[in-house]
């Protein structure tokens, strides 16, 4: 292999620019998609604990949807078709008149697919604190809105912290695929490099370094977050590890 | 657990070796794309999804096209220089990652609408030219734009990577359009965006997007592809660099070609069906390069 290694091409403007820029988007659309997917996750998630008939339905229904679609497909669907099926000036306007439709598009999109597995982990999390806990809370005068305030959703969310992890992991690779959609993100710039200097081994191992960083990053705050908040006695079998 | 760990270890101390011990031993041979073709009894052809009609997937999914019938010629002689009957194995590339497919060696050669640039061939390795062409644009007709500089403020599609890109943007700045640009994958999407009114114009190589224009949309009488060659734009066969024998080759199918006729042959089987006929400059690129046994 005959491959002229390059590696200070990354550090020459514009490249490390776009590469900056694309860090910033990476970020941009994660914290927005991560933020919705919480948002309507533990919305979801508790809807698919509570006793309403209807609102089991509507939530399993909403969480069936969004996780048996593939989320390229799902992309495709919020860019191209959406705005095809609306009436003309909402269409238009989510095509030309909203700034930077790539973006919004890939964060709302992105959010909805990843609030379905929050809601998924939300439901188990709450399922494992047992029917004990929420009988006791009952029983000691509470009504369903201050048991799931004070009982079940604090300590379900300390069971579901680990997968939450993984599930914001998962927004921030995920969020390389609204590349597919026109969006420069991290990925989006590394291929605007790579066809601007040729040099693709060089920008994507950089890529996949600032990947793994950001990674790092999220593992280590949430490890430190499950340390402070953990309750002594509750999952001490952690301890042994 | 103890045990898992020294697994994985052990299996990614592996594939490091693995990855070095195979670096030096493919550098060896002196002619190592036809000697790794020759080897493997195949040679991997990049090709383009939608680059109509040059290399593009048919109604019955076969890759076909002008650049296509080309390379096909250059097969036949790399059969013939082998000895062996080397069987084809096309690769879809895209603009985006063509460069890397052919520098790593994944792909053997690329036929399909590759600029030859001064850049690129600090890279790969590129055949003479067999096309010429130029950024163009194309719009719809009721925007009335004749030339570039109309569409001021505008949105424009591009091709990541593309020469047109370039071309667009440093317009842009040097004429003070303030253009948008949206990125798409091929031209596929990006008469979808134009289409459906994502975009105001598509910036391509002239060629291609007005056989597009005319061929694959719903409403061609809407479209049309305006103003001069923005850039010059010669097509080229794509290779690895390192290979002499492999570029010799190439180019003596490809000035055959022309001399014989046989590329005038394929132009007129490929675009007559789109109404699009050589240019004058296309012709003396033809003439030039017919180039004596």
């Not at chain 1, 300390?158 to 991290?186: C, D, F, H, Q, W």
């Not at chain 2, 719809?140 to 949105?155: D, F, I, Q, S």
């Not at chain 2, 359009?177 to 994502?198: G, H, M, Q, S």
């Amino acid at each position: 292999m005959n491959y002229q290694w390059q590696w200070g091409v990354l550090l020459r403007e514009p490249y490390l620019g776009w590469l900056l820029d694309g860090v910033k988007w990476t970020v941009a659309i994660s914290v927005v998609a991560f933020a919705i997917a919480m948002t309507l996750g533990i919305a979801v998630g508790v809807a698919r604990t509570l006793r309403n008939r209807q609102v089991l339905r509507v939530a399993a229904v909403y969480v069936s949807l969004f996780r048996s679609v593939p989320l390229l497909v799902q992309l495709f669907l919020w860019y191209f078709v959406v705005p095809e099926i609306l009436p003309e000036p909402f269409g238009y306007w989510l095509k030309r008149d909203l700034s930077n439709p790539e973006y919004w598009t890939t964060a709302v999109g992105l959010g909805l697919f990843m609030s379905a597995r929050i809601a998924e982990q939300i439901r188990a999390a709450i399922n494992a604190c047992g029917a004990g806990l929420g009988n006791a809370a009952r029983a000691q005068g509470m009504g369903t809105v201050q048991i799931y305030r004070h009982i079940l959703l604090p300590v379900g969310f300390r069971y579901a912290l680990p997968t939450l992890t993984s599930e914001l992991l998962n927004t921030v690779k995920n969020s390389s695929l609204a590349l597919t959609i026109g969006m420069l993100e991290l990925t989006g710039q590394s291929r605007q490099v790579e066809a601007y200097t040729f040099k693709g081994i060089e920008t994507f191992t950089a890529s996949t370094t600032i990947y793994i960083l950001m990674s790092l990053a999220v593992i280590f705050a949430s490890r430190h977050l499950e340390r402070m908040m953990a309750i002594p006695g509750m999952l001490s079998t952690r301890d042994k590890d | 657990m103890r045990r898992l760990k020294s697994l994985v270890y052990c299996a990614i101390a592996g594939l490091c070796c693995s990855l070095l011990a195979s670096t030096p031993a493919a550098a060896q041979a002196t002619a190592p794309i036809l000697s790794r073709i020759a080897e493997r009894g195949q040679i991997n052809v990049g090709y383009r999804e939608s680059s109509v009609p040059f290399s593009y997937l048919d109604e019955q999914k076969h890759v076909a096209g002008y650049t296509i019938d080309l390379c096909n010629r250059i097969v036949d002689e790399v059969r013939k220089k082998t000895g062996k009957d080397i069987k084809v194995n096309y690769v879809p590339v895209t603009t985006a990652n063509r460069i890397i497919q052919i520098s790593s060696g994944a792909v053997d050669m690329e036929c399909g609408t590759t600029t030859i640039t001064l850049a690129r061939l600090e890279q790969v390795e590129f055949s003479m030219p067999f096309w010429l062409t130029g950024t163009q644009i194309a719009v719809k007709k009721r925007l009335k734009v004749k030339e570039a500089e109309g569409l001021k403020g505008k949105t424009v599609a591009v091709l990541q990577g593309s020469s047109n890109e370039r071309a667009l943007q440093a317009l842009s700045q040097s004429k003070g359009l303030n253009l948008k640009f949206i990125y798409v994958k091929d031209y596929a999407e990006a008469f979808l965006a134009l289409e459906t009114d994502r975009v105001d114009a598509i910036a391509g190589d002239g060629t291609p997007i007005a056989v597009f224009a005319s061929s694959k949309t719903r409403h061609p009488e809407q479209i049309e592809v305006v103003g001069r060659l923005l850039t010059i734009d010669p097509y080229g066969v794509v290779f690895q660099r390192g290979d002499a024998d492999f570029r010799v080759l190439i180019n003596q199918v490809l000035a055959r070609a022309f001399a014989s006729g046989a590329a005038q042959g394929l132009l007129d089987k490929h675009f007559g069906p789109v109404n699009i006929k050589a240019s004058t400059d296309l012709a003396a690129l033809y003439r030039a390069q017919s180039i004596p046994e």
